[in-house]
């Protein structure tokens, strides 16, 4: 069965182009998947159900797009090597608390937490990061650094790592903005309890060794060549 939706929705579709009329329909597929189906078998079946159902036809192209490098800083990396894993995880999960000095305290099990205030306007966040890869890093820092995309909708931005750091570390970060997209662009806040909160892009530098990098790169993009507003009846 497919229920079509009519409403606008949104989503990073920077790396999709079609129909101008593909930004304002949505539709719902409720599907049987037959026994013995795996998780991997559903996205190509789903691939057949818009060929037959809708008539689409797709090739890819290259584009340019501008992305973040996540790189070591001049003077090496200040982060800490984590001197063990981040612990077995309560039953029942619990939250971060606030230490001393404002920042989270991981509860076992966890890798990462943030708390976020407000001083004058500004948001100040405080992140506690806790055996942790530079991939993981990269994840929690492409939210700050997205921002509008295509179809008026808000993206994560993307950032590689190019910092040819292994293991996992322990450290903390404070700077001024929050965790969704455009979180990374604002200015200096002043702190009551830490002073001046710096810039995402001048305290990953300055706390943490590491330096943000803008560039471009090419990515793969998807042209939908032809595809039915209407599919075909069940």
């Given at each position: 069965m497919l229920t079509i939706l009519n409403h606008a929705y949104g989503g990073d579709f920077d790396q999709i182009s079609g129909p101008n009329w593909i930004d304002s329909l949505q539709y719902t597929i409720r599907a049987n998947v037959p026994p013995g189906a795996t998780?991997?078998?559903?996205?190509?079946?789903?691939?057949?159900?818009?060929?037959?159902?809708?008539?689409?036809?797709?090739?890819?192209?290259?584009?340019?797009?501008?992305?973040?490098?996540?790189?070591?800083?001049?003077?090496?990396?200040?982060?800490?090597?984590?001197?063990?894993?981040?612990?077995?995880?309560?039953?029942?999960?619990?939250?971060?608390?606030?230490g001393g000095d404002g920042f989270p305290v991981?509860?076992?099990?966890?890798?990462?937490?943030?708390?976020?205030?407000?001083?004058?306007?500004?948001?100040?966040?405080?992140?506690t990061?806790?055996?942790?890869?530079?991939?993981?890093?990269?994840?929690?820092?492409?939210?700050?650094?997205?921002?509008?995309?295509?179809?008026?909708a808000l993206s994560v931005g993307r950032l590689v790592d190019k910092t040819?750091?292994?293991?996992?570390?322990?450290?903390?970060?404070?700077y001024a903005g929050g965790h969704s997209p455009g979180g990374a662009f604002w200015q200096p806040g002043q702190d009551a309890e830490l002073g001046v909160a710096?810039?995402?892009f001048d305290a990953v530098q300055q706390q943490l060794g590491l330096k943000l990098h803008e560039t471009n790169a090419l990515f793969d993009v998807l042209v939908v060549d032809h595809l039915d507003r209407m599919p075909t009846d069940n």
């Open positions: 998780k991997d078998d559903v996205p190509k079946m789903l691939q057949r159900m818009l060929e037959e159902r809708f008539h689409l036809a797709v090739h890819y192209r290259k584009k340019e797009f501008p992305v973040y490098e996540l790189l070591v800083a001049k003077d090496g990396p200040r982060i800490q090597k984590s001197a063990g894993g981040a612990g077995q995880a309560v039953a029942g999960g619990s939250r971060p608390t606030r991981l509860p076992p099990g966890s890798h990462h937490a943030m708390f976020e205030s407000t001083k004058d306007g500004v948001p100040i966040s405080r992140e990061f806790r055996d942790c890869s530079m991939a993981e890093l990269v994840q929690e820092l492409a939210w700050p650094l997205g921002g509008p995309s295509a179809w008026h040819g750091l292994s293991g996992r570390y322990d450290f903390k970060l404070f710096p810039t995402l």
